[in-house]
C-alpha cells in the first residue's frame, strides 16, 4: 500500500490549507484513518483520526479549527485546516490502518505558518 499525501505549503496565521492522501495498492479493508505531525524537535503527535464508521477524535489544540473526513471509495483522508497558528507548523503524515494488513504511513507533507 502507497500513501500520497498532498496539500502542504506555506500560509499566513489565520488562513487555511486542505490536505489529502490517498491510499493505492492492495488493501483489504481500511479501518480508521488519521493525521500526525512532527514539528521540528519534538514527538509526533496525533492531530486528527477518523473510524470506518465517522467517528472522529482530534487534538485539544486543533479541535474546533482542524476537520478530518474521509472517501471510503476512493480511499482517502482529508484534513482541512482553518484559523492556522504559527505553532501548527509540522510535517503532516497520513496513516490508514487496514484490518489485515495493519498501518501504513505516508512521507510528509510541510506545512508552515508564518506569524
Known amino acids: 500500500v502507497q500513501l500520497q499525501a498532498s496539500g502542504g505549503g506555506l500560509v499566513q496565521a489565520g488562513g487555511s490549507l486542505s490536505l489529502s492522501c490517498a491510499g493505492s495498492?492492495?488493501?483489504?479493508?481500511?479501518?480508521?484513518m488519521g493525521w500526525y505531525r512532527q514539528a521540528p524537535g519534538k514527538q509526533r503527535e496525533l492531530v486528527a483520526l477518523?473510524?470506518?464508521?465517522?467517528?472522529?477524535d482530534y487534538a485539544a489544540t486543533v479541535k474546533g479549527r482542524f476537520s478530518i473526513s474521509r472517501d471510503n471509495a476512493k480511499n482517502t483522508v482529508y484534513l482541512q485546516m482553518n484559523s492556522l497558528k504559527p505553532e501548527d507548523t509540522a510535517m503532516y503524515y497520513c496513516?490508514?490502518?487496514?484490518?489485515?494488513?495493519?498501518?501504513?504511513w505516508g512521507s510528509g507533507t510541510l506545512v508552515t505558518v508564518s506569524s
Open positions: 496513516m490508514i490502518h487496514d484490518l489485515r494488513y495493519g498501518e501504513y
Open positions: 495498492g492492495i488493501i483489504f479493508r481500511i479501518n480508521r
Open positions: 477518523i473510524a470506518s464508521g465517522g467517528n472522529t
